[in-house]
């Protein structure tokens, strides 16, 4: 079986800034990368997916380009992705419709001008989109499943779940955990996740509903819950030190021992 390994390249929530304290984590926008398989699954496209070129050994023809939602910090870094200019390359977009949008409009619309200086036409790669909503279960090659869930999110957002070789990887950059107290479906969709990769935007009594985000806490307790093995947080706020994400996680661990906090360029082998 080929490894299955997890890359971070973009942790930051919301924006790309960068306070001269973040040395450590990073401050690149969602965006996780995986192998698994053979196959090459990218989650989110924030400023990190940038940095996909500097990985040798994601150099696959084929990537699998899936979106949790379309807020800029998970978007923004299509337009200065090597790899969608290279005419050997081929990707195949998920994600899920709007009420009136599926994701070629809104991905289109967004690299348009007056906003844009480029679009999709100038993109060279071959580009597939296809529709994923929640509770679709798609089969790729090698024994793969990757499984999607619907999480609280303004306008909507999905969770996923890779399921290879026995190991399970599970990614949910952006949810209100709030939104889901008594709500069994988030547990039992990342029950037993090797790696478990949870929003932690918010400190200890920061939390404003109606935000989209979660807290340490409660992505803690939700992973002692669900029965993962490792937590990994992630969706960090811009305006916090490279210390303060390590007493979150410090913090994080008191509940659920096995956490750390996600930073650009760490990798993670299942």
């Known amino acids: 079986m080929e490894n299955f390994e997890v890359t971070f390249l973009g942790t930051n929530g919301s924006c790309s800034y960068n306070n001269g304290k973040r040395a450590k984590y990073g401050t690149n926008t969602m965006c996780v990368a995986v192998k698994a398989g053979g196959e090459v699954f990218i989650f ?62 809104v991905l289109c619309d967004y690299l348009s001008p007056p906003t844009s200086p480029a679009g999709f036409d100038d993109f060279r790669a071959s580009i597939e989109f296809k529709t994923i909503s929640s509770g679709d279960t798609i089969e790729f090659p090698g024994g793969i499943k990757i499984s999607a869930l619907s999480v609280s999110h303004p306008g909507g ?10 190991k399970v990887f599970c990614c949910c950059c952006d949810v209100e955990l709030g939104r889901h107290t008594g709500d069994n479906n988030l547990a039992e969709f990342f029950k037993g996740a090797d790696l478990l990769v949870l929003d932690s935007f918010f400190n200890d009594g ?15 307790t939700l992973a002692k819950t669900s029965g993962a093995r490792q937590l990994a947080l992630i969706h960090h706020s811009s305006h916090i030190s490279d210390e303060e994400i390590d007493e979150i996680k410090e913090k994080a661990r008191s509940v659920f021992p096995n956490t750390i906090a996600a930073a650009d360029r760490m990798r993670v082998t299942l």
């Open 157 to 166: 957002a999905l969770g996923y779940r890779i399921e290879y070789d026995n």
């Open 206 to 220: 920061e939390i404003t509903p109606g935000w989209g985000h979660s807290s340490w806490q409660e992505s803690a």
């Open 44 to 105: 989110d496209a924030g400023s990190g997916i940038v940095g996909l070129s500097g990985l040798a050994d994601y150099g696959t023809p084929h990537m699998n380009l899936l979106f949790s939602h379309y807020h800029a910090d998970h978007i923004e870094g299509m337009l200065f992705c090597k790899e969608l200019f290279d005419p050997q390359k081929a990707f195949t977009f998920y994600g899920f419709k709007t009420e009136d949008m599926d994701i070629r409009k």
